[in-house]
């Protein structure tokens, strides 16, 4: 297997917070390989203090963590450093907490299990090309069933009011959140 070159730039800082620890440090090694200089954390408070103290160039965080949620330290690290190219990483793949993270200041999203060569691309990628057609795009059920989803977390799992702004019959909504989510 050929190294591949990357183009980090001047700043090879990064900050990796998991608390899948295998996970962190097999990760570490990876991204230390590709020129980057890592730095890791197990929790979204060790998350915070490192973003505060030395903010780094390139993050990747985990969104769900022991101790709370990964988009606690995208906010951090987006004050601090605004120029910074962040990653959250999750095992919870949906489309709301992909909205969630942008909106919180990361530039890009990946579902879990994700490999090095997939968090570099995401990190150095300039934005402007288009990503390559998922090779399984989600079906049209799937996508229905995530924004009901959506709808129903934002009202607080309120039933009635999901189905008054879905505009379709409580019966039909709970028929549709009974079941399990198309594949």
Aim: hydrophobic share 40%; charged share 30%.
């Amino acid at each position: 297997m050929a190294e591949q070159e990357y183009e980090i730039g001047e700043d090879p800082s990064l900050l990796i917070v998991d608390d899948d620890e295998p996970f962190l440090r097999r990760l570490a090694r990876a991204m230390e390989k590709r020129g980057f200089q890592p730095e890791m954390a197990e929790t979204v408070a060790a998350g915070k203090a490192i973003a505060s103290a030395r903010p780094p160039a390139y993050a990747v965080v985990d969104l769900r963590l022991e101790d709370g949620t990964g988009l606690d330290v995208v906010e951090t690290l987006r004050e601090k450093r605004p120029d910074a190219k962040i990653v959250v990483l999750t095992g919870y793949g949906a489309i709301a907490t992909a909205v969630a993270a942008v909106k919180v200041g990361a530039t890009d999203y990946l579902s879990k299990p994700a490999d090095a060569n997939d968090v570099t691309a995401a990190l150095l990628s300039n934005g402007e090309a288009l990503p390559p057609p998922p090779e399984n795009p989600m079906s049209a059920d799937r996508v229905r069933w995530e924004h009901i989803q959506r709808v129903y977390e934002q009202c607080d799992r309120n039933v009635s009011e999901t189905a008054r702004r879905l505009n379709m019959h409580r019966r039909t909504l709970q028929r549709i959140l009974a079941k399990r989510s198309p594949r």
